[in-house]
């Protein structure tokens, strides 16, 4: 049994997967708050499974929000170290490619887009063979070049449209956990991947 | 002894990660890991630089307590996290790590009051002192005069109308290039000074209001050093005296408004200052108070006191739901009328 947990962005999203398959999922879209709610959240999981434990936890360590980041690796930090269970880490961007190329087997690839506020993007390209590019925070209208050709996804949808109306565009605004059943089963330990340094400024 | 509680608290509400696990008044293990270094060259706590040592730091630390203990979580009792206030970034990391555990092992978690932790911590090394007490709580972001009632009973006297006296010190460090952290660095700087040597004000001192005041004595330091670049030491000294002076005459009137009260405890950053500490049980033995600060480890943030005031809570039945919230915010007394301009140090 595999904890699942995405708090990156809008959603507060962990689920209980078991051999591919959910076992109990919850998907919230509350923008704030995950601080408050994400552990109530596995709890009402594990009692729907009528489980005690998992035997790995995978969490997405960004990009998205410092502090959803944040909440997410430390709760998922926190199971692992009571459970003695690994903790690997995925990605927003892998989340929403691999559920948009699972929905649509018409489509070799996706471009994946969220909002990252200051006028940004965080991007990344990928193809059915996994990640075909790097992830950056970029402006939308850098962005929209790179989409050329390719479906867009993500939060970042709609200002990558702003730029150029003509890109194909799916509606998948946010990364779901229960879509870690969709990943390889190769993954990497868990670190936050904040793409931006902290704002700070060494005084003159 | 081996009867009380296994407590095990998280800290990681401003620059120190801290975990510890606490039976009874015994602390079985405990690390800090402190960031001054991180932030040293920024002159001051990034919040967003703080946040990311927190979660690195945070988890493995836990283990590596639990490790020197030789105890596993199924035997720890219950489970107390800082959940404010705070550095929110911070707050939230430690308060998320806590409701993990808490859920995971099946233990009760007490979401702590930061203050109440300083606000009790004496009792941790003190078996004697009893409910009420006045507490003086100066620290980085606070400086308030506080009685103690009881556990999660508190009712505040005073408190600053501008900076904390912590942040006083660490500005008039900043101000004369001491380093950071500043409270160390000019009580240092301080003993080879004159206090007598430059006249500065005592904000609010003598007035019938009862709260502090230190931004008018910042500046004033501010000037002095402009005017005299030479005499940080002298400034340093005087600055210490300025501060002392404001203290008790602050203390002594709050005194006066808690009669109760039979001891006076210092706790928080600032309370490790050694010219404070003896002002200040002067002042006790004058009253035939008890005095009780303390020791400075104690005083500056760590999880001990953290664990303790969950052990304290406990006790007295007070856990939280796994939804308790992060507070960057919250008041020991929230019924206290608020001081003028007191904003986010009320
Ligand atoms: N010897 C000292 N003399 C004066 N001030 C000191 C001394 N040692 C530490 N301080 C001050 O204490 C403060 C740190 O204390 P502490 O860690 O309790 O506070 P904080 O975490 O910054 O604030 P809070 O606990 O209110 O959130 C700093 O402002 C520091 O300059």
């Known amino acids: 049994m595999e904890l699942a947990i995405e708090t990156a962005l809008h959603a507060c999203s962990a689920a209980l997967i078991d051999g591919g398959q959910i076992v109990a999922e919850r998907h919230e879209i509350i923008a704030r708050g995950h601080a408050e709610r994400l552990v109530p959240l596995i709890g009402e999981l594990l009692a729907e499974a009528g489980v005690s434990r998992a035997d790995a936890v995978t969490v997405d360590v960004g990009p998205g929000s410092f502090t959803g980041i944040r909440v997410g690796l430390a709760a998922a930090k926190a199971f692992g170290l009571a459970w003695g269970a690994p903790v690997a880490g995925c990605t927003s961007t892998e989340l929403v490619a691999a559920a948009v190329l699972a929905a649509r087997a018409d489509l070799d690839g996706v471009y994946v887009a969220f909002d990252a506020s200051r006028g940004e993007v965080y991007a990344q390209r990928f193809d059915r063979a996994g990640a075909a590019g790097d992830l950056a925070a970029l402006p939308p209208e850098q962005a929209a070049v790179a989409a050329r050709g390719w479906t867009v996804a993500g939060s970042g949808t709609a200002l990558l449209s702003a730029v150029d109306a003509s890109l194909a565009v799916v509606d998948h605004r946010w990364p779901r956990a229960a879509d870690v059943r969709l990943l390889g089963a190769r993954r990497p330990a868990a670190r936050p991947l904040y793409v931006r340094p902290p704002d700070a400024k060494v005084p003159a | ?346």
């Open chain 2, 1 to 346: 002894m081996t009867d009380a509680p296994l407590i095990l608290g998280i800290e990681s509400s401003c620059d120190e990660t801290a975990a510890a696990l606490l039976r009874g008044r015994t602390i079985v293990a405990q690390r800090i890991a402190s960031q001054d270094d991180a932030h040293r060259i920024y002159g001051g706590v990034v919040p967003e630089i703080a946040a990311r040592a927190h979660v690195e730091a945070l988890a493995p630390m836990i283990e590596a307590v639990l490790a020197e203990a030789g105890v596993g979580l199924a035997e720890v009792d219950a489970i107390a996290a800082t959940a404010g206030p705070g550095l929110i970034g911070g707050v939230m990391v430690g308060l998320v790590t806590g409701k993990a555990l808490a859920l995971a092992a099946d233990k009760p978690l007490v979401a702590v009051n930061h203050l109440e932790g300083h606000a009790l911590s004496p009792r941790l090394v003190d078996p004697d002192l009893e409910f009420p007490y006045l507490l003086l709580l100066v620290s980085g972001g606070h400086c308030q005069l506080l009685e103690v009632q009881g556990v999660g009973r508190y009712r505040r006297l005073a408190t600053t109308i501008d900076d904390a006296v912590g942040e006083a010190f660490d500005k008039v460090a900043k101000i004369m290039g001491l380093g950071f952290p500043g409270g160390p660095a000019v009580e240092r700087c301080a003993k080879d000074g004159n206090p007598k040597a430059f006249k500065l004000p005592r904000p609010l001192s003598g007035t019938d209001e009862p709260h502090f005041s230190f931004a008018g004595l910042k500046t004033a330091v501010l000037r002095t050093f402009q005017a005299n670049p030479h005499a940080a030491a002298d400034i340093a000294a005087s600055f210490q005296a300025a501060v002392i002076d404001c203290l008790t005459d602050r203390t002594l009137k709050a005194l006066a408004a808690a009669p109760d009260v039979t001891a006076l405890v210092v706790a928080g950053g600032v309370a490790s200052n050694a010219a404070i500490r003896a002002a200040l049980t002067g002042l006790a033995d004058a009253r035939a108070l008890k005095f009780v600060a303390p020791p400075g480890w104690l005083c500056t943030d760590n999880a001990a006191m953290i664990a303790w005031a969950g052990a304290e809570r406990l006790a007295a039945g007070l856990t939280d739901g796994l939804d308790a919230p992060a507070r960057p915010r919250w008041p020991l007394d929230p019924e206290a009328a608020p001081a003028r301009g007191a904003g986010v140090k009320a």
